[in-house]
């Protein structure tokens, strides 16, 4: 009886050991276990990119991220010709052109990054990029798309005759008597309401205002964006998508940190109920959208089930980024350097005071920032 209760300790005990050593796997330093394939091979980080800035799809945080990196290497950015109360856009209307950017600041050679709002064209953007220029985009639920660009531009509810807790139920009932960009040929690029994604990511107004009649069309051009975008991220998976960023980029793991930048601050000022019916009216409304986000969700989760050691830097990712937004938020005196030691996905870094100001800088304070260093007076 004695033996049989000793081995079963013993068993329990090998359990917990074995579960113990499972759980903190993935944090293991470098010298204790062999680094991934990724971290093994030195490969050159990338520094030319082209980020399609998608409204209320997590776009100001990559932007952020973006900023961040090539302001740290001295690289050059695209920027809008003309100064507006709005310096993040180049324009909505229209893809780059040599009127709506800057020329090429005295002190670079060529562009090395466009991520300001702007309308997406693969041979407009070839003409102010480097040719290894590695595009990527952004892309959110459609609906949930919808429903916080609503709430972060309220003025929409005015413009539209729209209020109460029905508001949305009532414009969805209705959309084209309340948005008029909707049922107007020549306004279709004006619309935030329907099929705005598609818009932002280039596709002809033929295909916008001919959706139904023309699926075959957009399908072969999804397909074409499949072939020139190396990443769409999908918000509703952020940080598996930074990860891939992280690869695919081949950059490190300081670099794709974030804090989240304008998140709906105005979602607690309306009461807002969603009808039964509202997704479904929205699916209908805005057909082109939910083709581009299914396509590019899917095609999401087959890259990542082409990379090893996926999910554990995922997590790992989480735990780091939970820490130095802490860090952050909880600046004094007696701690002004967070040391993250090296682990099996990334070298020893720091976290200063300074780094935490780069989080959280606005993004037109951040424009002005780049735009003084590359156009001094």
């Keep these: ?46 520094r030319h990119i082209a980020f399609v800035k998608v409204h209320k799809a997590a776009s100001t945080t990559i932007q952020n991220i973006l900023f961040r990196f090539g302001t740290e290497r001295n690289l050059t950015f695209v920027m809008p010709s003309v100064n507006t109360i709005y310096p993040n856009i180049i324009s909505l209307l229209e893809t780059v052109t040599l009127k709506n950017i800057r020329s090429i600041p005295l002190s670079a050679t060529h562009f090395d990054i466009l991520c300001l709002h702007v309308l997406y064209n693969k041979t407009a953007f070839e003409n102010i990029l480097p040719n290894d220029t590695v595009y990527i985009g952004t892309l959110r639920d459609p609906f949930d798309y919808f429903i916080s660009m609503m709430l972060y531009f309220p003025m929409m509810f005015d413009q539209f005759n729209i209020s109460g807790p029905r508001a949305i139920t009532d414009f ?23 099929n705005r994604m598609a818009i932002d990511y280039g596709f002809p107004l033929d295909l916008l205002v001919n959706s139904r009649s023309r699926r075959n069309d957009i399908q072969r051009y999804i397909e074409q964006l499949d072939k020139e975008f190396a990443l769409v991220i999908i918000v509703e998976h952020f940080d598996e998508s930074m990860i891939l960023l992280k690869r695919i980029l081949k950059w490190s793991t300081k670099d794709i940190l974030y804090i989240r930048k304008n998140a709906n601050r105005n979602k607690g000022n309306k009461e807002i109920n969603i009808g039964e019916n509202d997704r479904t009216r929205y699916s209908q409304l805005s057909e082109i959208d939910y083709m581009l986000y299914r396509h590019f969700y899917l095609k999401l989760w087959r890259q990542i089930k082409m990379e090893l050691l996926f999910h554990e830097e995922v997590l790992y990712f ?22 993250i030691p090296s682990s099996e996905w990334s070298e020893h870094f720091e976290i200063t005071r300074g780094t935490c100001d780069s989080f959280v800088i606005s993004e037109f304070d951040f424009v002005k920032k780049i735009k003084e260093k590359q156009y001094p007076r």
């Design 1 to 46: 009886m004695r033996v049989a209760t000793y081995r079963l300790k013993r068993l329990a005990v090998l359990v917990v050991i074995t579960t113990v050593a499972l759980i903190y796997l993935p944090f293991r330093t470098i010298e204790k276990r062999e680094l991934p394939i990724q971290l093994n091979v030195l490969q050159q980080e990338v």
């Design 172 to 194: 969805l009932e209705d959309p084209e008597k309340h948005d008029l960009s909707i049922s107007i040929e020549k306004y279709a690029f004006y619309s935030f309401t329907k």
């Design 318 to 339: 989480k735990t780091v980024r939970k820490e130095v937004e802490d860090f952050c938020q909880n600046l004094n005196q007696s701690s002004t350097v967070l040391k």
